[in-house]
Each structure stands twice: as C-alpha cells, then as structure tokens.
C-alpha cells in the first residue's frame, strides 16, 4: 500500500536533485545546499510518520533519493560512503527522520501543542503502586496481536519510541529546545558519535 507512495515520492525527489546536478557547478555550495534542501525536506518530511515499522527495503529508495542530494551539495562520486556526508550535511537518515517526526509529535501531543484528537491516543503510564518508573514520565505501551499493521499505529509507535528516551528529554517544556536534544540523541544514535 505505500510502497506506490515511496516509490512516487522516490521519484519525484529523485529528479530534483538530479535537475540541480546539471546545473551544479553554477551555484555556490550555500545556494545549493539551501535548493536541495527547500525540495528535499518539503518531500521527504511529508506524511513521513506514516512510514514507521515498514522494513528497511520499503525504505530505501527515499534514503537512496537523500544520499543523491547529499551527493550533489558535496561533490561526492557515486561509490564513497554516504554516511560521513550525511553527518557533515547534519541530515538524519530517513529513518531516524521518521522517529524525529513521531517524536514530536509525541512531545506536542503531552504538551498541549497538537489536536486533542492525538492526545486521547495517548495514556500516561501510572502504576498501581510507588515504583521508580513513577516519575519518568512513560507512556503505557499497547500490545497488540497482529504486529503488521497495528505495530505501525500512532496509538503503539508513539508510546514505544518515547518510553526509549533519556529521561532528560521527557522533562523538556519548550519545543524549540526539546527539537534540538531530540535531533542531538537521535543524531548520536544514527551515527554511533561518542
């Protein structure tokens, strides 16, 4: 099902990039980089929190449409590796992006910031008795039988990647500085840094 829309999406950042490629050597490296980005991020970004849970293979045309444009800003040639790019550029791999965006989402939805309609997707976990994890500010996790589709659900997702957090993180109550710390954790995590 959204493998049509990867592929669609693939494609259509695909070409940008490769439009702005040929045309590459008559920009400076801010101007590219600030086109690649403004097409790129628009994209990529859109409805990506929809794509959590689907394997790596569904994945990869969007990572391989970023790694293009990581390309062309860089002068990178086809064969070197991608990821020192990517971590000089400070782009978060497509998967890490998608985890950011939920993430956020998450943080709105605790924080007043997002629709009501979110919220009650939401349920903060609160144990029977005093434990340690009582002021850590968790969410209960939902269990689902069929991990297919409902493990990709905002409802378990969500929960998931939130209970996974450093506990600093949870404590955060502006938006903009929270946005920082996550894409600094998540950062360090898709790069493996310190």
Known sequence: M???HIKITGRSIYKHPRRIGRIRKYLSNDTCQTLIHAVL????????SLLFGLPDNSINLLQHAQNTAARIITHTRKYDHISPVLQN??????????DYKLMLLTFKALNGLAPNYILDLLHVYTPSRCLRSSNKKLLHNTNY?????????????????????????????DVNIFKTRLKTYLFSKAYSVG
Do not use: M
């Open 2 to 4: 959204f493998n049509t």
């Open 41 to 48: 991020s628009a994209k990529l970004d859109y409805g990506n």
């Open 89 to 98: 550029l400070h782009w978060l791999p497509v998967r890490y992006r998608i």
């Open 145 to 173: 039988r069929q991990k297919t589709y409902c493990g990709r659900a905002f409802s378990y997702a969500a929960p998931k990647l939130w209970n996974d957090l450093p506990l600093d993180l949870h404590e955060v109550t």
